[in-house]
């Protein structure tokens, strides 16, 4: 059910935007400072509107392409276990992506512009989800590291301002959990495997773990929109704040594995207590979001096709909507 419901603003809501904005914009400010939810129907600067729908449509879009990557890999699982695993996760995956665009509809966009602005190549997505999934390892990879760091990011949006995000990150969180362990233990199988094992556990750590590292967004320095999610405490952590998080939890699981972070410059700091990174390559970064990545492409064209084949899946859902409407009429 879509909420077209919602697609227009009631005329006393948007009067309060037009004609007292400061003081709309205070009062709003105030429920923020307070910890109170804001909800679908309450009123709220455009600004606050258009940057949820951006950031939740990017995390949908996110988590639909993201099953494209592991999809690969469904067919070759080593063993039944693993494979229900798997499949599992991709099916979680595509279930967080329905959430999402449900959260997202909530504030008067539909899904349907949604979806076409992913396949026209007008929305972005996780940059990550552009780098190709090689060998088993990988899978093993992309669970610890990418979910890994989807729950570093994940948990603080729990408390997000925005009532329907919060609750839907919620139960995306407790799969995200599953997610990451499922990895681990495909890693931990590879590390205290063969040799060849080994390699192939720390040749996935050594390819994905820069590109991991800028799933968090640019340097704190360079993001646009970063101090205004705050004070909304649509965000709670700054792109930097989270990724240094996540490198601390993670550089002590690598040496669990006995494998070897591919970042000479990487040190422990006694002072602050913190594993300092390396630098970032950066413009890499702004390659693979400006559509330069390994898979850019494939992974838009199989999400063009899907959305095609799909096509008589949901005429057939709208007229059997139909049908049950005119019944009930
Ligand atoms: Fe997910
Ligand atoms: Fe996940």
């Not at 979806?115 to 669970?143: C, Q």
């Not at 709670?236 to 070897?260: E, H, M, S, W």
Request: some cysteine.
């Amino acid at each position: 059910m879509y909420s077209q419901g919602l697609d227009q603003r009631d005329g006393r809501h948007d009067g309060a935007n037009t004609a007292e904005p400061a003081e709309a914009l205070a009062r709003f400010q105030a429920r923020i400072d307070a910890e109170e939810k804001i909800e679908a129907n309450d009123w709220m600067p455009d600004a606050y509107r258009r940057t949820l729908i951006r950031q939740i449509s990017q995390h949908a879009h996110s988590e639909i392409v993201g099953m494209g990557p592991e999809g690969n890999w469904i067919t070759r699982a080593p063993s039944l276990r693993r494979k229900a695993a798997l499949l599992a996760k991709v099916q979680d995956e595509c279930g967080h992506g329905v959430y999402l665009y449900a959260a997202a509809e909530t504030l008067g966009v539909s899904r349907e512009e949604l979806v076409d602005a992913l396949l026209e190549g007008r929305a972005k997505y996780s940059s990550i989800f552009n780098y190709p999934t090689l060998t088993w390892a990988d899978i093993g990879a992309v669970g610890w590291l990418v979910d890994g760091a989807a729950i570093m990011n994940q948990i603080p949006l729990c408390r997000c301002s925005y009532g329907p995000y919060a609750r839907a990150m919620i139960r995306v969180c407790k799969e995200e959990s599953f997610h990451q362990r499922q990895g681990f233990e495909i890693m931990l199988t590879l590390s205290r495997g063969t040799a060849a094992q080994q390699a192939m556990a720390q040749d996935a750590l050594d390819r994905l773990w820069w590109p991991v590292l800028m799933m968090f967004g640019p340097p704190d320095t360079d993001s646009q929109h970063s101090d205004q999610s705050m004070r909304w405490k649509i965000k709670r952590f700054t792109n930097d704040g989270l990724r240094q998080k996540f490198i601390d939890a993670t550089v002590p699981q690598a040496q669990y594995l006995g494998l070897t972070i591919p970042d000479p410059a990487l040190r422990f700091d006694d002072a602050s207590g913190h594993w300092i990174s390396g630098p970032i390559d950066w413009a890499e970064f702004r390659r693979v979001l400006a559509g330069g990545g390994p898979c850019n492409r494939e992974r838009l064209e199989t999400r063009r096709r899907a959305h095609a084949e799909g096509a008589w899946v949901r005429a057939a859902a709208q007229a059997h909507a139909a049908r049950h409407e005119a019944k009930a009429a």
